[in-house]
């Protein structure tokens, strides 16, 4: 049984006598602290993310396309809209953007000439790997922590990513969560 125990002791001017014992399961209260720092960490480190990403002159959205297009085989438009269940009007406006940077391109299909199928520059790989290279790196905070609490904490992160992920995390940019639409994702960071 995991928690402590609780011991109620009472003493007078000669002897010590123990009245009572109370075993406290307090996980849940050391998840709750614990997954709440996590999280707010996270936050912060997403919005340092977001900065470093919108002064490569991306938007989030722009980002997470690149990284897609990236990691996949050459494929249609259409394929990203699927992906990340948005429109396909919406793909267009942020491939536009990506193609005038030089991150992708556009080419015909060999097989039906009103497809296009979007392929990843050398430009566009270098700029995805800038990004990875970004998100892989951890806080400053984290190298200061002692070797046994990174292993403590290595483990929990295994053990909490088995029972809550249907794969290996990668380490990717990439999300199952669809990207934010907004405006200032739309208009990139002009």
Known sequence: MAGYTQLLCVVNDRYRYTVGVTHIDDRAELA????????????????????????MG?????????????????????QLATRFGVDPGWVTEIVDRLEARGDIVRRPSPHDRRVKILEVTDAGRQTF????????????????????????????????????????????????????RSESNLRGQE
């Open 129 to 180: 790997e800038t990004l990875e290279a970004h998100f892989a790196m951890p806080p400053r905070e984290l190298l200061d922590v002692p070797r046994e609490d990174l292993l403590a904490l290595v483990r929990i992160a295994e053990h909490v990513a088995a029972a809550t992920m249907p794969a290996a995390p990668t380490g990717r940019l990439t999300t199952a969560n669809p990207p934010e």
């Open 32 to 55: 709750t602290r614990a997954w709440g720092l996590f999280m707010s960490v996270g936050r912060r480190r997403m919005e340092s993310m977001s900065r470093e990403i919108e002064a």
């Open 58 to 78: 991306l938007s989030r959205a722009m980002a997470q396309f690149l990284g897609a297009v990236c990691q996949s085989p050459p494929g249609p438009t259409n």
